[in-house]
């Protein structure tokens, strides 16, 4: 019987998948990860994260029924360089993407390093992914499809890897928890960022400065538009988004978007729809699945996980970088979130992106 590492977070995910590795006769050890950032009681009441006390208890209650060993795993150390690089982000008026970071880091990282310490050929995740001949596919359930979280996994892994449920749909995994009586079934998915209290983005970043610097950060600037027009000072730039429309506090004749936030200038540029739309971007640090393109090519491109991909030309570019021309228009591109490159179902890899053009890079 082959040894297998499967990532436990209490959810129906990852506790249905006890059940189907198990009937594919593997041997399970289940790895709980913590990150160690103090929440109060309060929040992890409310929060529907992957790391609370709750979800450790659950993931126990799963391991224990099933009789196998469930290890808790203090990855604080590293949690802390994940929301370091959140805040940051933030800071430089970047869109951050910590599930992702986190995935590379941790869950396909750190866990093959304790999967190799136990003698384990494999790592299993709750992921909605499909891994075949070394390839990572979409998930059968489109509406839940996590591949594009799984961009920077590091291609030496792909050979090493299960997704049990990701040839399921998700009302399908509810029903065999149900039919299997685990007590998670109707447990409400993971939504927010398990260790931003509120899913206020923006207070975090304020407090989390203030605790290691003793001052608040100073991000305050004025709104301005692509006309030149000065519309008075803003609240601070980590309040901000591109592509944000509700929450600016100022009227217009017709509605204004963010377009680009500036670190320097403090200046939050507001234009329209219009305006906000883009048909080239810039991604740097690419990470590829397949063998490393040198020549344009075709695919498909998403820029954030719920939304469609769209064909695109892609033309690779020195020092891991590409560039990309979209066929159709793409609304609210954002330095800092992730471009991932799709053939059909075929995740390829993906790159951070750094701009769009012909606007400056931010």
Not at 212 to 231: A, E, I, N, R
Not at 343 to 351: R, V
Request: hydrophobic share 35%.
């Amino acid at each position: 019987m082959s040894k297998v590492v499967l990532a436990m977070s209490g959810g129906v995910d990852s506790s249905v998948a006890v059940e189907l590795l198990r009937r594919e006769g593997w041997e399970i050890v289940g790895v709980f990860m913590r990150h160690g950032i103090q929440l109060s009681e309060e929040v992890h009441r409310r929060k529907h994260g992957c790391c609370s006390e709750e979800d450790a208890a659950d993931a126990q209650k799963v391991a224990d029924r099933y009789g196998i060993p469930l290890h808790i795993l203090d990855f604080h150390e590293e949690f802390t360089q994940i929301v370091e690089y959140f805040v940051d982000e933030y800071l430089h008026c970047r869109t951050p993407n910590p599930c992702i970071v986190c995935n590379a880091k941790l869950k396909f990282g750190k866990l093959f390093d304790f999967a190799k310490s136990i003698g384990a050929k494999k790592v299993a995740t709750g992921h909605y992914a499909r891994i075949r001949d070394g390839k990572i596919f979409r998930g059968v359930d489109a509406t839940k499809d996590q591949s594009y979280v799984l961009h920077r996994i590091q291609p030496r892994y792909l050979n090493h890897l299960l997704f049990p449920v990701g040839e399921f749909h998700k009302t399908e995994i509810r029903q065999l928890a149900e039919e299997m009586g685990l007590h998670v079934a109707g447990k409400k998915d993971s939504q927010e960022i398990c260790f931003v209290p509120n899913d206020d983005h923006a207070q975090f970043v304020r407090d989390y400065v203030f605790q290691k610097t003793g001052k608040y950060p100073s991000t305050t600037g004025h709104f301005v538009t692509t006309s030149g027009q000065d519309l008075g000072p803003h609240e601070g730039l980590e309040r901000y988004t591109i592509g944000q429309r509700k929450g600016l506090r100022l009227a217009f004749r017709e509605p204004h978007y963010v377009l680009r936030l500036d670190a320097e200038t403090g200046e939050v540029l507001l234009g329209t729809h219009e305006e906000l739309a883009c048909q080239d971007l810039v991604a740097t640090q690419a990470n590829w699945l397949i063998p490393t393109p040198e020549k344009p090519f075709s695919c498909q491109i998403k820029i954030r996980y719920r939304t469609p991909a769209v064909q695109a030309e892609v033309t690779p570019l020195p020092g891991g970088c590409f560039q990309a021309r979209l066929q159709s228009p793409l609304y609210g591109i954002a330095p800092g979130q992730a471009a991932v490159c799709y053939d059909g179902d075929h995740l390829l890899g993906g790159a951070w992106l750094c701009g769009k053009l012909p606007l400056p890079i931010v």
